[in-house]
């Protein structure tokens, strides 16, 4: 599988985070909705990593949010 990058700002420094076509679509559609930005979603799943003392990095954060997503819909 190919990843995607895009670009983001978090915490007011730009960033680029590369994950799979499936992820996007899945945290583009909690965006939606949730009416929120892409970059809120993205910054609150860091703040999260990064308050747990998750020594992953935030793509890795992000896949296991999306899973935890999918799981809470099933």
């Given at each position: 599988?190919?990843?995607?990058?895009r670009?983001?700002?978090?915490?007011?420094h730009?960033?680029?985070?590369?994950?799979?076509?499936?992820?996007?679509?899945?945290?583009?559609?909690?965006?939606?909705?949730?009416?929120?930005s892409?970059?809120?979603?993205i910054a609150?799943i860091?703040?999260?990593?990064?308050?747990?003392g998750d020594?992953?990095?935030l793509?890795?954060?992000?896949?296991?949010?999306?899973?935890?997503?999918?799981?809470?819909?099933?």
């Amino acid at each position: 599988m190919s990843q995607i990058k895009r670009s983001l700002s978090l915490a007011g420094h730009r960033t680029s985070l590369a994950l799979e076509a499936e992820f996007w679509a899945v945290l583009d559609a909690a965006c939606e909705e949730q009416a929120r930005s892409l970059a809120s979603l993205i910054a609150q799943i860091d703040e999260a990593r990064v308050t747990s003392g998750d020594e992953g990095g935030l793509a890795s954060a992000c896949r296991v949010w999306v899973l935890r997503h999918v799981q809470s819909r099933a």
